[in-house]
């Protein structure tokens, strides 16, 4: 499978067939632009300006924004129902966290996950090889947060996701108050903007932080 980059909480995965999902797809009001493509589906984790922009999106896709279980050719998607905030979504509401198995790979976007990290969610997001997670806090949880559920979660390949990025007109972190938890040795600070996954790149002995660069039109 292959992942890019789209900018902000937006990745475009793209299965060995060809299908094609799109992640929380954003308006030109967050500071910078969504690049132009298409897909089959397009998950929204929230109805926020810069989450759910499927306008946005070509190729007619099929719009997934509540909980439940979804089949594409090839793609299995399950999604789960969790908070925005720390205080059961009093603050800001609820978020959708997706799963998405394929090629025989189980990837989880969290979405705007602001809720502490529970026994009961880990067990329900397990078991995750590829892990899209907030770390910018502020809206979602912060960087020490992010750490606790990656190693709770313990996938072989993290993406961090919604932080301080250029254009950005969000006042969250920078990717670095994460990337500076882990050792040198596990992050990758120039993933670039596409990454190809198989089941041959998993199982290894530790995780590793990949952060990627905004797909350019």
Do not use: W
Not at 4 to 23: A, K, P, W
Not at 38 to 63: M, R
Not at 162 to 180: A, I, N, P, S, W
Not at 182 to 187: C, H, L, Q
């Amino acid at each position: 499978m292959k992942i890019r980059y789209l900018g902000h909480s937006s990745f475009q995965l793209i299965e060995s067939t060809g299908t094609t999902i799109v992640t929380d797809p954003y308006s030109n009001n967050l500071g910078c632009a969504m690049p132009k493509v298409s897909a089959d589906a397009v998950t929204v984790s929230h109805h926020h300006y810069d989450h759910d922009a499927v306008e946005k999106i070509g190729g007619s896709p099929v719009v997934i924004d509540r909980e439940g279980s979804y089949d594409l050719p090839g793609v299995e998607i399950n999604s789960i129902k969790s908070f925005h905030d720390n205080e059961e979504g009093k603050q800001r509401g609820e978020n959708i966290i997706f799963k998405f198995s394929m090629d025989g790979i189980e990837v989880c976007h969290l979405g705007d996950i602001g809720e502490e990290c529970s026994t009961e969610l880990i067990e329900a997001l397990l078991p995750v090889d590829v892990l899209l997670i907030p770390v910018g806090g502020n809206y979602t949880i912060d960087a020490e947060q992010a750490k606790e559920y990656v190693d709770r979660i313990m996938p072989d390949i993290v993406i961090p996701m919604h932080y301080r990025e250029k254009g950005k007109k969000l006042d969250v972190d920078r990717v670095e108050e994460f990337t500076d938890l882990f050792d040198e040795e596990e992050v990758d600070s120039e993933g670039g903007c596409e990454i190809d996954i198989s089941r041959e790149d998993l199982g290894g002995d530790s995780t590793k932080i990949i952060v990627m660069e905004k797909v350019e039109d």
